[in-house]
């Protein structure tokens, strides 16, 4: 009818959608009367006594403004319901463009929008997941505790050249062409040989020196060096060495073993907090890398266009995430690169909506105890974890953080009984990527 609004939905590229919406102009006409009128009560015109002014000289001095208020307002309510004429589910904000309106006529707005896929979950009952198992060996715990020696190593003078893992501390110019440039001159520098934090001409350059030795090193600049004056460059380097020295570990003992917590200071029950605490963290890699396993497999079974609109969201997201590991202020000039998060984000996306649906269709919930197990992971390892643990549950968004683990460990645990599991036997250095310390 007439005085109906008029609403048609047109298909375009994937989820996009297009509302064409009109409003009869009975309805635009009658909402600007009413609101000039509410106008005119308090209205103070010359020539008239206040609220005493006839509606067509309310209408000649407020009339526009009125209009395009009443215009916009229109929108607004007629959008949310032409979405639910509809039946679609918008994913996002729609882009809404007006056309020209007349007064005494209709009016007509076009609103594009992305809508959330329909999702039909294939292939539950046939997937396939790979969960990888290790065992610890007494190799493994050697390593462990050699690496633990290195910590507490000390440094001694060592009256000889320099060779690889000693510690050589240097004063140290650089000059491109005979100029010095910024950030290429520093003293007491100490530099550990084939750790890798200096440029690997400079480090190699310091092998066979020795203390007092001034000697010149040729330094080339990569391409991809993070200072854009030096990329590419030929640099010289003068280097005065302080002083050489080497890592000394100390022994096994009682008192190694009283500096790691264990007060007895028998090294037998070092060895055993020792492998229970490389246990715990061993079962927490295989926990996530079959999560991280059983995610990839639900994401091949159900390929899933999804709301752009969604991933940029998400790409902001981490974005902010980025400049908070970074120390930068949220207000920061530097923003990291949004292309380097599309493939991460339509992935958080695709999955975000894929686990919500499998949620639904199982009809999981997590109970109380589930998010009290995601508090004790998280807060395992603190001196004092009751206290972090009210911390969090003081915290609403973490609160929501902890739910939302504990219901995608529901849903690996769900997908779990239902696929093909398949243990990957790994050894424990591969599957945690533990290297023995120089």
């Given at each position: 009818m007439a005085n109906e609004l008029q609403v048609s939905l047109?298909?375009?590229?994937?989820?996009?959608?297009?509302?064409?919406?009109?409003?009869?102009?009975?309805?635009?006409d009658g909402e600007i009367t009413k609101r000039l009128k509410q106008v005119g009560k308090k209205a103070k015109l010359k020539g008239f006594r206040p609220g005493k002014a006839p509606l067509n000289v309310i209408r000649q001095n407020y009339g526009s403004e009125v209009r395009n208020e009443v215009l916009g307002d229109m929108m607004q309510k007629t959008y949310a319901q032409a979405i639910s004429q509809e039946q679609i589910q918008p994913a996002g904000n729609p882009n809404i463009k007006a056309d020209e309106h007349k007064e005494g006529n209709a009016f007509a707005y076009t609103a594009e929008v992305e809508v959330y896929p329909e999702i039909s979950l294939q292939g539950l009952d046939s997937l396939s997941i790979e969960k990888p198992v290790a065992k610890i060996t007494d190799q493994d715990v050697d390593l462990i505790i050699d690496n633990m020696r290195h910590q507490k190593a000390n440094w001694e003078t060592a009256n000889r050249k320099a060779r690889e893992n000693d510690r050589v501390t240097i004063d140290f110019e650089g000059s491109i062409d005979g100029e010095a440039?910024?950030?290429?001159?520093?003293?007491?520098?100490?530099?550990?040989?084939?750790?890798?934090?200096?440029?690997?001409?400079?480090?190699k350059g310091l092998v066979g020196i020795k203390a007092g030795e001034v000697r010149n090193i040729d330094v080339n600049f990569p391409e991809d060096y993070h200072a854009e004056d030096l990329k590419g460059k030929k640099a010289v380097f003068e280097i005065s060495a302080e002083v050489v020295e080497e890592k000394v570990l100390p022994e096994i003992d009682t008192e190694f073993c009283q500096a790691f917590g264990v007060e007895s200071g028998d090294i037998d029950e070092l060895r055993t907090e020792v492998r229970a605490?490389?246990?715990?963290?061993?079962?927490?890699?295989?926990?996530?890398?079959?999560?991280?396993?059983?995610?990839?497999?639900?994401?091949?079974?159900?390929?899933?266009?999804?709301?752009q609109a969604l991933v940029g969201q998400e790409i902001h997201s981490l974005q902010h995430d980025m400049q908070r590991r970074m120390g930068l202020p949220d207000d920061?000039?530097?923003?990291?690169?949004?292309?380097q998060f599309i493939d991460e984000a339509t992935r958080r996306v695709r999955l975000g909506l894929l686990i919500g649906e499998y949620v639904k269709q199982e009809e999981l919930k997590v109970e109380k105890q589930e998010i009290e197990q995601q508090l004790d992971k998280m807060t395992d390892g603190y001196e004092d974890a009751e206290t972090m643990k009210n911390a969090y549950?003081?915290?609403?968004?973490?609160?929501?953080?902890?739910?939302?683990?504990?219901?995608?460990?529901?849903?690996?645990?769900?997908?779990?009984?239902?696929?093909?599991?398949?243990?990957?036997?790994?050894?424990?250095?591969?599957?945690?990527?533990?290297?023995?310390?120089?």
């Open positions: 047109q298909s375009s590229e994937g989820l996009k959608r297009t509302l064409r919406v009109e409003i009869p102009a009975e309805q635009i440039f910024p950030g290429g001159k520093a003293e007491s520098t100490p530099v550990i040989l084939g750790e890798g934090r200096m440029l690997p001409d400079f480090e605490n490389m246990q715990k963290e061993l079962d927490g890699v295989i926990e996530a890398k079959t999560k991280d396993n059983a995610m990839t497999a639900l994401l091949e079974a159900n390929p899933l266009d999804v709301p920061h000039s530097y923003h990291p690169p949004a292309e549950r003081g915290n609403q968004q973490a609160m929501q953080q902890l739910n939302m683990m504990a219901l995608e460990a529901k849903v690996v645990e769900n997908l779990l009984t239902k696929a093909t599991v398949t243990e990957q036997a790994n050894d424990f250095q591969t599957l945690m990527e533990v290297k023995p310390l120089a």
